[in-house]
């Protein structure tokens, strides 16, 4: 290959943004690995990066994408055989080491996972980083001891790509969930997917200053942050875990520690990232097996990717509007792929 087609990310002028360019491989940021890639993805990370909005690039100019799934073209690493495949998701991926919006990508074999028996490339994909988190989280409470019948588990940002992707895993291993969302027309989305109930955000008073709230979780997934997070922290059930991986709805946490030393509630922090490799597999493993969402083949579809494309959806995640403010008949979770970048190069889509 001589040159190959990349969205790469400038800061010029103080305004970020990004556009696709020709690039060479001696362009690309080191590493022992390079993959031809298959497919990417389009998270709510990526939004952020591709607008600029959530100042999260570290060095620019920088290719775009924190997920990449594709074949192994080369590799000083012996782990890794020409024609092997693989997925990277997270590390400086995207963020300060050239992503998974290119044709080809260069990265550290320490970074690299071998696709696991039973997921396609595409079907990584269709997981991605939300897809990860959502495994990790629900691995991380189970390791805290949840258990279907300890009770209820609510999902915040339900329709979001975490959400809906962890409540589709958390209905196949037999928990009964909640689905928190502010979207008052996606109550039979979700409900398709697998919540047992749907709890609009309308109904919850977040922003009480009440020590305790009714006690009704034995555990809790939070896209969300901010105060719906401290609401969850105080109606927590004895003993019950929270996942805190997001905050599409504030940073800032206030709360007593009465929950923690009345109930005993854990607050557990979940970072995909920088996840280490040991566990990195585990959950990987975990996708391919038991936590690989039934609906996944049928919810995937691609549509064309472009870069008017690429910042609709970047908008969408940072809006929260989902589904509404697309105009497609899908919900807000979705990936970008492209198979040959000459032929397809599209998105895909959750739908
Ligand atoms: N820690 C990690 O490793 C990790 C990994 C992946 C993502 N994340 C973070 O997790 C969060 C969710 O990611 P995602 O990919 O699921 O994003 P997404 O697809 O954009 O979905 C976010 C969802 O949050 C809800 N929401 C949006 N704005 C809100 C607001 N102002 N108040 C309350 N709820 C709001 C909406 O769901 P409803 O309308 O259904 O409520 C929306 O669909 C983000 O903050 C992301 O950065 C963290």
Same mark, same amino acid.
């Given at each position: 290959? !001589? ?25 690309? !940021? ?25 100042? *999260? *690039? ?23 055989? $020409? ?7 997270? %590390? ?16 550290? /074999? ?58 589709q895993m958390l209905a196949q ?26 709890? $609009? ?18 555990g809790a997934l939070d896209a ?33 520690? %009465?929950p923690f030393i009345l109930r ?6 979940? !970072? ?5 490799? $040991? ?44 589904? /509404?403010?697309?105009?497609? $008949? ?22």
């Amino acid at each position: 290959m !001589d040159t190959f087609h990349a969205y790469r990310i400038f800061n010029e002028g103080k305004t970020v943004s990004g556009r696709f360019v020709e690039m060479n491989l001696n362009e690309l !940021d080191s590493g022992e690995v390079v993959i031809r890639t298959a497919y990417s993805s389009v998270n709510f990370k990526d939004a952020l990066a591709a607008t600029g909005a959530g100042k *999260i *690039i570290r060095r620019f100019p920088c290719v775009g994408g924190v997920d990449a799934a594709g074949v192994v073209e080369s590799s000083q690493d012996a782990r890794f055989q $020409p024609g092997d495949e693989v997925v990277i998701t997270g %590390y400086e991926m995207g963020v300060a080491h050239d992503g998974g919006y290119a044709e080809y990508v260069r990265v550290p /074999a320490a970074w690299v996972v071998r696709l696991p028996p039973g997921l396609t490339m595409f079907e990584a994909m269709a997981l991605g980083t939300a897809g990860f988190t959502a495994a990790l989280a629900i691995h991380r409470l189970e390791q805290n001891d949840l258990k279907p019948e300890n009770g209820r588990v609510l999902v915040t940002g339900a329709t979001g790509g975490v959400g809906s992707l962890a409540i589709q895993m958390l209905a196949q291993l037999g928990y009964r969930v909640v689905a928190l969302t502010g979207k008052d027309s996606e109550h039979e989305y979700l409900k398709s997917l697998g919540a047992n109930e749907i709890l $609009p955000r309308s109904a919850i008073d977040a922003s009480s200053n009440r020590a305790l709230e009714r006690a009704q979780w034995a555990g809790a997934l939070d896209a969300v942050g901010g105060e719906t997070l401290s609401w969850l922290v105080r109606s927590m059930l004895q003993n019950g875990a929270i996942a805190s991986f997001g905050n599409t709805g504030g940073a800032e946490l206030h709360i007593s520690v %009465y929950p923690f030393i009345l109930r005993g509630v854990r607050l557990l922090g979940v !970072d995909s990232a920088a996840t280490l490799m $040991p566990l990195r597999e585990k959950i990987w493993k975990r996708l391919a097996g038991e936590l690989r969402p039934k609906m996944l083949g049928s919810v995937a579809r691609t549509v064309a990717f472009s870069e008017n494309r690429l910042k609709r959806r970047s908008n969408i995640h940072l809006d929260g509007a989902g589904q /509404a403010a697309l105009g497609l $008949p899908i919900p807000a979770s979705f990936c970008a792929c492209w198979k040959r970048w000459e032929t397809v190069c599209g998105l895909r889509v959750a739908g």
